[in-house]
């Protein structure tokens, strides 16, 4: 609560104060008929990125090279969907040039893209293709459906937030980031562009490996904790959760009767946990189902065990799990 009033203020604290700032800037230099300062940097001279989350970090990293440093609002092993945003984060976002989020995924940086004033804000959603947790569970039956509603907290209708895990939406990212960036720093808009370009060279072969990798599974069902991984449908694959949209939500009873019957009809082999919270859940219901656990990583974040990893070597390791547990 505290925190919450001091963020408020320093937002409405920054609110004031730039306006100011900017114009004495524009004043100072309409002499000399330059609108932005000389080294082109952005309106307001900030060369940082701020990212709602790793994926989006790792996007504008890619894109931005040494032009901006970027920063992720979700500390390593923090799990994003709950950020609260401290004093540090929220000074950070005050100051950033760009901000990167997803909607709907982060409810305090979404807050925060309305609050901050002065900085440019990227919303992935308006850019990326997302689609619906309805549309991802098409042909599935509504006893699926309806264990996730009863604790998911989410409509099925809404778009689904987890675009990363399908690499060519990464790939589109890449260029609206760049797109952006080079709005802010018109100077680098060409190599902005070459990076994006090699982002999505690079996207584009794993999103091969992936349609090659999953092209002759035995098994196409797949059970994770929550509902982060429906991109992967477009791998002719079916995903349900335990958790629904909730990383850490506690599943009824009923959810794990449904998911137990799920296994034995299916022959699925592995029920799957995530890196970012407690592997109890697919645990328990592993246990129960007499079937193996294995880790797919959501990539939401880094942990102090991936801390050497990278989007693209998460993304291959998931393949490599899935390709085992479904005997592709
Ligand atoms: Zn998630």
């Not at 599974?217 to 509902?227: A, F, L």
Request: aromatic share 4%.
């Amino acid at each position: 609560m505290i925190l919450k009033g001091l963020r408020i203020i320093l937002m409405k604290l920054r609110r004031l104060l730039v306006p100011a700032a900017a114009s004495a800037v524009t004043l100072a230099l309409s002499g000399c008929g330059a609108l932005t300062s000389d080294d082109g940097s952005g309106s307001d001279g900030s060369r940082t990125v701020v990212a709602g989350l790793y994926p989006l970090q790792y996007v504008a990293q890619r894109v931005a090279g040494d032009a901006f440093d970027v920063e992720n609002l979700t500390q390593p092993g923090g799990e994003p969907h709950d950020l609260e945003l401290g004093i540090g984060q929220t000074a950070a976002l005050a100051d950033a040039a760009l901000l990167v989020y997803i909607d709907s995924l982060q409810p305090a940086v979404d807050e925060a893209a309305e609050e901050v004033a002065g900085v440019e804000v990227l919303d992935a959603a308006s850019v990326v293709d997302l689609i619906s947790f309805e549309d991802e569970h098409s042909d599935e039956e509504d006893a699926e459906d309806e264990h996730s509603d009863d604790h998911s907290g989410h409509d099925h209708g809404e778009l689904d937030p987890h675009f990363w895990l399908d690499p060519a939406r990464m790939a589109d990212l890449g260029d609206a980031v760049a797109e952006r960036l080079a709005d802010i720093d018109p100077d680098e808009a060409a190599a902005f562009e070459e990076r994006a370009a090699e982002l999505r060279s690079d996207l584009e072969a794993l999103d091969e490996e992936y349609t090659e990798g999953l092209s002759g599974c035995e098994i196409r069902t797949v059970v994770t904790n929550h509902d982060a991984f429906g991109y992967l449908e477009k791998y002719d694959l079916e995903l349900a959760s335990i958790n629904g949209f909730s990383p850490d939500a506690e599943p009824t009873p009923a959810a794990l009767a449904e998911l137990q019957d799920l296994i034995a009809e299916t022959g699925i082999t592995t029920v799957f946990s995530e890196s970012l919270v407690s592997p109890q859940a697919a645990e328990v219901l592993a246990v129960d189902a007499g079937v193996d656990t294995a880790v797919l990583d959501t990539i939401e974040g880094l942990t102090e065990e991936t801390a050497d990893e990278d989007y693209l070597s998460l993304m291959r390791s998931n393949l490599a799990a899935l390709e085992g547990a479904n005997r592709c």
